[in-house]
């Protein structure tokens, strides 16, 4: 049978690897996209968590999807911004590497 | 969901997810994103939380994909020039990655209570949509209206950001 366990594995293993890709990649669009898969792992562990924690009613615990709610609308705006910056970034500097964008590194 | 379906979308997720963090080039990160959100749905929906993983569908796979490749195609990106690269670096990023992932397993493990299967659900055709609804619109009211203003926040800022300067 599948439990709890399972899903947590699954979830700890999609953030490190979206962890790797920030740590290891130097194109800010991998990056950003690196960053929406640990936001997907922890809302994976979040829906186990609320299917774990059945209530007396045989029902879910709905606050942590609607936690999963407010994360993806974050997480969309926080996309949507981010890809501006890219583009202003890009029309400044007509690059995406973070190794050429060094000016407030100590 | 049997264990068998569990697995096969588990390792869909996982194996092009690593495929996002090892292409070179842009468009195929940006498509193996979108599979892996598709398997990560699916994982949704086994956890009866249709609601979310059809929002997941929608959302993710849908509108911040086209957002990602319209980027891609509006800046040209080609698949990375072939750097020498960094090995210390490199070693050390995938360290840290490594270090995180066997703390995570290590703690999974140690909890007992994650060893049980998962609870039957009353009815498994419950109306997520509507309980969902009733608790976004009664509990968590504040934070709902804050995340509306979050949104057209980042609108107003996204058309500030990308408007040409005058010159």
Redesign the interface.
Do not use: C, H, K, W
């Given at each position: 049978?599948?439990?709890?366990?399972?899903?947590?594995?699954?979830s700890?293993?999609?953030?490190?690897?979206?962890?790797?890709?920030v740590?290891?990649?130097?194109?800010l669009?991998?990056i950003?996209?690196?960053l929406?898969?640990m936001l997907?792992a922890a809302?994976?562990s979040l829906?186990?968590f609320?299917?774990?924690r059945?209530d007396p009613?045989?029902?879910?615990n709905?606050?942590a999807?609607?936690f999963?709610?407010?994360i993806?609308?974050?997480?969309?705006?926080?996309?949507?911004?981010g890809?501006?910056?890219?583009?202003?970034l890009?029309r400044a500097r007509q690059t995406?590497d973070v190794k050429d964008i060094s000016s407030l590194k100590f | 969901m049997s264990p068998f379906l569990f697995w096969v979308f588990a390792l869909l997720t996982l194996i092009f997810g690593a495929t996002v963090v090892v292409n070179r080039n842009p468009v195929a990160s940006a498509l193996s994103l979108v599979v892996s959100f598709l398997g990560l749905a699916a994982l949704f929906m086994s956890l009866d939380a249709f609601f979310v993983g059809i929002i997941q569908v929608l959302v993710y796979a849908g509108a911040v994909m086209v957002l990602f490749l319209f980027i891609i195609m509006l800046l040209n990106l080609q698949a990375e020039a072939r750097r020498q690269i960094n090995w210390l670096a490199a070693a050390g990023g995938t360290g840290v990655a490594v270090v995180l992932l066997v703390q995570i397993c290590f703690v999974i493990r140690h909890i007992r209570a994650a060893q049980q299967t998962f609870p039957p659900l009353a009815n498994p055709t419950t109306d997520d949509v509507r309980n969902i609804g009733a608790a976004l619109f009664s509990n968590y009211n504040l934070p709902f209206q804050i995340v509306g203003v979050l949104v057209l926040v980042a609108t107003i800022g996204v058309v500030l950001l990308s408007r040409r300067e005058p010159r």
């Open positions: 049978m599948i439990t709890l366990s399972d899903y947590l594995f699954v700890g293993i999609l953030f490190s690897i979206g962890f790797a890709g740590m290891l990649r130097r194109n669009i991998i950003l996209m690196s929406e898969l997907n809302n994976l829906v186990a609320s299917r774990f059945v009613n045989g029902l879910p709905y606050s999807q609607v999963v709610f407010f993806i609308t974050v997480a969309a705006a926080e996309i949507a911004v890809l501006a910056i890219l583009v202003a890009y995406t | -």
